[in-house]
Nanobody, 123 residues
């Protein structure tokens, strides 16, 4: 059974940083595309960033220069979202996702999803 579990969310002031983690089990990690999405209250889920199976990274415009998605080189079952210079508009639930093919950005589509971790950024 494939499972994705996010952690690392919390509350931070504007300008601060958080590092989200996604722990995966039940599949061959390196054979999957991985991604992060977010959903703010009252809004649709939106794409944050992804890394394809061949290592190509793509980010949403709001994430470029501030967010970095990475795999753990020492552990085959973890990936991360490093978020710097956070803004109040980054407040949302953040979800990791994985797919044996391509993760679709809009509408969000992936084979497997975590249950989310909450990020709150105060001004």
């Amino acid at each position: 059974e494939v499972q994705l579990v996010e952690s690392g969310g919390g509350s931070v002031q504007a300008g601060g940083s958080l590092k989200l983690s996604c722990a995966a089990s039940g599949f061959i990690f390196n054979e999957y595309a991985i991604a992060w999405f977010r959903q703010a209250p009252g809004k649709d889920r939106e794409f944050v960033g992804s890394v394809s199976r061949n290592g190509r990274s793509v980010y949403a415009d709001f994430a470029k220069g501030r967010f970095t998605l990475s795999r753990d080189n020492t552990r085959s079952d973890m990936w991360y979202l490093q978020m710097n210079n956070l803004r109040p508009e980054d407040t949302a639930d953040y979800y990791c996702a994985a797919d044996p093919g391509d993760v679709r950005r809009n509408p969000p589509q992936a084979a497997y999803w975590g249950s989310g971790t909450q990020v709150t950024v105060s001004s």
